[in-house]
Structure formats: C-alpha cells, structure tokens
C-alpha cells in the first residue's frame, strides 16, 4: 500500500517553484535560539506546502519538533495527549518573571543537593495540578498571557491538571547550582512550572535554564533531522526522503472495504462494519486516505487527509 498522497496545496502562497508530493511529517531537531514558527515557515518554503507544527518549543529550548506537511498537519490531534520527554536544566537559588534564564533574574534562595530534589521528585507524579506562567500562550479574555505580562497588566492563570509520567535526576551541570532532570510528561506540562513549583517544594526559587525535547510521541530524537540541513535549500527529491509518512505514525489498525461498503463510505454514508469501536487507518485505491470511526457497528470517516 502507498504510505502517501499528493500534499494539499491550499491555504498559503510561496515563491519556491518545486512541490512535494509526499504527505507526511519532518521530525525536525529545532536548535535553541529560534522559534517553532521559523522552522514551519523554513518547511514551508521548501515543500512549497502549507505546514504546521505539533506542541510549540520556546526560543530557548531545542529538539524533537514534529512539522505535518500538508492536510498531515489534521494528525496532530491524535498525539497531543501522547507522552513528551524532556532533558532539562534548572538553576536554584533565582527566579524570574518568565521562569527561566531569558527573564529578569532575581537572586535567593538555598541551593539544595541532587539528592534533596531527588527526593521531592516522585511527589509530582501522577495527575497534578499545575499553574501555567504568567509569560505563556495561554488566552485571557482574549488576549494572549504573554502579552498581558509584558504590558505589566496584573492577572493570574487557573491552575490545570497535568500528567506527570516520572522524573529522574541526572546529575548536578556544570554552572553551579544547576541540575539535570529527565522528565516524561503528558502534553500541555510547562517545565518552567516544573522548576518553580519543585523549588517550592524545597522552599527555595529556581528557573529553568535550558531544555531539549527528545521524545514526542512517535517521534525521537534519534531520528530526527537537524534544522542546518534544511537551510540548505535542498531540492524537492532530496527533501522527500525525510518525510515520515502519515500511516507510519499511527498505531491504529486498518479498516478493510470492498465493494458496495467501500462506495458507500466514501459517499459519506455510515455503514455496517463488525470491527470494535476505535479508530482505524482507511484506504483508497491503495493511498492512505485517513481515519475511520467506529461506534457501535457503525463506521464513518473521521479525518481527510486527500
């Protein structure tokens, strides 16, 4: 079975001439220092394709950045609850209005040993509830936090519950009073809360100096492309071969039709199936189309992808 279809070329203009016919996903190691929109503009040059991107990495951090190519981008729904792994560094005895090392830095605090922010870490498994920073995207009243704190307007965020998967300390970094901490999380974790609200827990402040995805869902840091190599304007051929496809990503199993079904189906009509209620990947003339549901013996399609 082809793993791909032509790529949606609605929704956005580019001056490149080369499209990619592929649809799938770049899984791009975003280096500290730009934004997640820089790399989705840059993949967006270079496929001549509409793009967007799955959970967004600040300026500061750096790794696993997911990039759907096309009507890929519908996907991203399915892997926002999927588990997140992260290699942070927090800085004890400062703290700061963002919650990390970019801010404006107030010094105080005891730094503790690895082993006392060892110790507090298994108290943050499990579903908690987190207050999300101040300098977030997070909407209030339609505005944008990030927006408010810079305006120096006062407000504060509804703490919401998070899914914390384990912690493990790697060890004490090289600037002092600085650790390292591996964290599995859910989506929609803030790892600088992590660093506010573990210090707290110490009775002391800390930022989070630095942070690298390595894991999110399906995809991993060791297989993902360096964002230089996409600054080197490949050719559309050559880009191609980083394209994960689509049906790779997902775990779900293949929904078969034939005949009268499989007309029917794809005329939108609900049809009689005797599979378990779930999601399934649908084909059509051998392309991966998208998803199917199915609810009580009935099947209908859930996401398009061509």
């Known amino acids: 079975m082809q793993a791909w279809c032509r790529a949606s070329l609605s929704g956005g203009n580019v001056k490149r001439t080369g499209k990619i016919q592929k649809l799938g996903f770049f899984n791009v190691d975003k280096p500290s220092g730009i934004t997640s929109g820089t790399v989705v503009n840059k993949c967006k040059w270079l496929t001549g394709t509409p793009c967007g991107h799955m959970g967004t990495l600040d300026p500061l951090a750096s790794g696993v950045l997911p990039v759907g190519i096309g009507n890929a981008a519908r996907l991203f729904d399915y892997f926002l609850e999927k588990e997140k792994e992260y290699i942070a560094e927090f800085t004890f ?36 509830m987190q207050v999300p920073p101040k300098y977030s995207a997070k909407n209030v009243n339609g505005q944008r936090g990030y927006d408010l ?31 390292r901490i591996k964290i599995n999380c859910g989506g929609g974790t803030y790892i600088r809360s992590l660093a506010r609200d573990i210090a707290q827990k110490l009775g002391t402040n800390a930022v989070m100096s630095a942070l690298r995805r390595t894991k999110s869902g399906f995809f991993e840091i060791g297989q993902a492309i360096p964002f230089s190599l996409l600054e080197k304007d490949l050719p559309v051929e050559e880009l191609e071969k980083y394209v994960i496809p689509t049906e790779t990503t997902l775990p779900y199993p293949t929904l078969g039709l034939t005949g009268k079904k499989e007309e029917r189906f794809f005329n939108g009509v609900l049809i009689d199936v005797d599979e378990p209620d779930g999601l399934y990947k649908i084909y059509k003339e051998d392309i991966f189309y998208g998803l199917a549901e199915v609810k009580g013996g009935k099947a209908k399609a859930k996401t398009k992808l061509c």
Request: glycine share 14%; no cysteine.
């Open 93 to 128: 005895g400062v703290t700061s209005d963002t919650l990390d090392s970019t801010g404006m830095l107030t010094y105080g605090g005891d730094i503790p040993t690895a082993e006392e922010i060892a110790g507090v870490l298994p108290t943050f498994f499990g579903d908690i």
């Open 149 to 179: 704190a810079r305006a120096g307007v006062d407000f504060e965020l509804p703490a919401k519950k998070v899914r914390i998967f384990g912690m493990e300390m790697l060890g004490e970094a090289e600037e002092k009073g600085t650790f």
